[in-house]
């Protein structure tokens, strides 16, 4: 017997009684029974987002969502600033480079994050930039990008809107989203959300709608006005939802609600520090210059293959964690802390990647990681 430890940044552990509630006998979403539950969890993400903006819900994987973003709020040949330094980032300038859209790009070296005057550089330099992408937790590097700082510098310009995906980050990273002007901003179910994969939200502000306005760019499944309006008519969704992940999602967000948002991202902040601190304590680096609450990736020792030690935590020990993408293939573990996660799951990963390093002939002394991160979360 072997018992699986998910820990990969998405999809995430989904707790018992969300799994449950996805299992309830169907019901029709054109009924008052589903619309109330639709409007409710359309209300409940905004604490989670922490904004008053409209919260549309599509049924797709995150990626969805994001595309449109861009092409709700641009028309080809708009530019556009994309900002990088990961796998994820380049997905912003990819998606609009297939609408037509003029891509400038700040590129950093993977495990950095773009500095802010960079950005205000760029849109002095192209005063006619329409939108700037960013993600708030680069999640192929385990990085925290300064949303806020990036907010500061769009806020007060009438024609960019700021695009975030906070995919990975939301729920574990704080995101301010009305405070910190953040116009769209993105995420998806399987992450901190604690659900199955296969939903992806979005909040579109005021100015964000008015762009939408002038938008040519084609859309269709992923139209937001049609979704917004839907909404407003407790339709409430323009096609089929995804009822059942639906109904988990209302009870995901119950959970959610019952600790307190804030308290949740404490524990995500205690979670990562444990982790990281454990991590160092063996001897080993981390890949961020500034690590996010969600996931800690961490650079493999020289001697050792990347490949093999992903495969002996999760083939010997049942840890499941993520390796490194693109270039970083073989180079870094990734251990997730996000989503349905406590002290219990740190310490689980910490042993099993003390084992496993043992198992593939690095010095360790056991134990000593794992005593770390108790002290942390004690
Ligand atoms: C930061 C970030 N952006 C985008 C995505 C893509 O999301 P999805 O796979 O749900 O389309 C992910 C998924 O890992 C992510 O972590």
């Known amino acids: 017997m072997k018992k699986v430890y998910l820990m990969t940044p998405g999809p995430t552990p989904v707790p018992d009684?969300?799994?449950?509630?996805?299992?309830?006998?169907?019901?029709?979403?054109?009924?008052?029974?589903?619309?109330e539950i639709y409007v409710r969890i359309s209300e409940d993400l905004k604490v989670v987002f922490k904004t008053h903006n409209v919260v549309l819900t599509f049924l797709s994987s995150g990626t969805g969502a994001m595309e449109g973003a861009v092409s709700n709020m641009l028309s080809p040949g708009d530019r556009a600033l994309c900002i990088m330094g990961g796998k994820f980032g380049e997905r912003w300038e990819e998606i609009c480079k297939a609408y037509g859209i003029q891509v400038v790009s700040l590129n950093v070296e993977w495990g950095d994050y773009v500095k802010p005057e960079e950005v205000?550089?760029?849109?002095?330099?192209?005063?006619?930039?329409?939108?700037v992408f960013t993600t708030l937790c680069e999640t192929s590097t385990?990085?925290?990008?300064?949303?806020?700082?990036?907010?500061?510098?769009?806020r007060n310009k009438p024609n960019t809107l700021l695009v975030v995906d906070a995919i990975s980050g939301l729920g574990a990273c704080d995101m301010r989203t009305d405070e910190w002007g953040v116009d769209i901003c993105v995420s998806g179910s399987q992450k901190g959300l604690m659900l199955p994969p296969g939903l992806a939200f979005v909040s579109v502000s005021d100015k964000a709608w008015r762009f939408t306005e002038?938008?040519?760019?084609?859309?269709?499944?992923?139209?937001?006005?049609?979704q917004r309006i839907a909404l407003e008519k407790k339709s409430p969704t323009a096609y089929t939802p995804g009822v059942s992940l639906i109904v988990a999602l209302d009870k995901s967000l119950?959970?959610?609600?019952?600790?307190?948002?804030?308290?949740?991202?404490?524990?995500?902040?205690?979670?990562?520090?444990?982790?990281?601190?454990?991590?160092?304590?063996?001897?080993l680096s981390l890949l961020s210059k500034k690590p996010a609450n969600a996931v800690t990736a961490i650079n493999v020792p020289s001697?050792?293959?990347?490949?093999?030690?992903?495969?002996?935590?999760?083939?010997?020990?049942?840890?499941?964690?993520?390796?490194?993408?693109?270039?970083?293939?073989?180079?870094?573990?990734?251990?997730?802390?996000?989503?349905?996660?406590?002290?219990?799951?740190?310490?689980?990963?910490?042993?099993?990647?003390?084992?496993?390093?043992?198992?593939?002939?690095y010095k360790v002394e056991l134990g000593k990681g794992v005593a770390k991160a108790m002290g942390i979360l004690k």
């Not at 993520?322 to 349905?340: C, E, T, W």
């Open 254 to 283: 119950a959970r959610i609600k019952e600790e307190g948002i804030d308290n949740v991202l404490e524990r995500h902040a205690r979670l990562a520090n444990a982790t990281r601190e454990a991590v160092k304590t063996l001897g």
């Open 142 to 154: 385990g990085t925290l990008f300064p949303i806020k700082e990036y907010g500061d510098i769009v």
């Open 303 to 361: 001697n050792i293959d990347g490949g093999a030690l992903k495969r002996t935590l999760d083939k010997k020990y049942g840890v499941s964690v993520a390796g490194g993408q693109a270039d970083l293939k073989g180079k870094i573990i990734r251990i997730a802390h996000l989503g349905y996660m406590g002290e219990f799951d740190i310490i689980t990963a910490i042993s099993a990647l003390e084992l496993s390093l043992k198992d593939l002939g």
């Open 120 to 131: 205000k550089r760029m849109l002095d330099q192209y005063p006619d930039i329409k939108a």
């Open 214 to 226: 002038t938008s040519r760019c084609p859309k269709y499944y992923f139209n937001f006005t049609k």
């Open 17 to 35: 009684d969300v799994r449950l509630a996805e299992a309830k006998p169907i019901i029709h979403h054109r009924t008052t029974e589903f619309a």
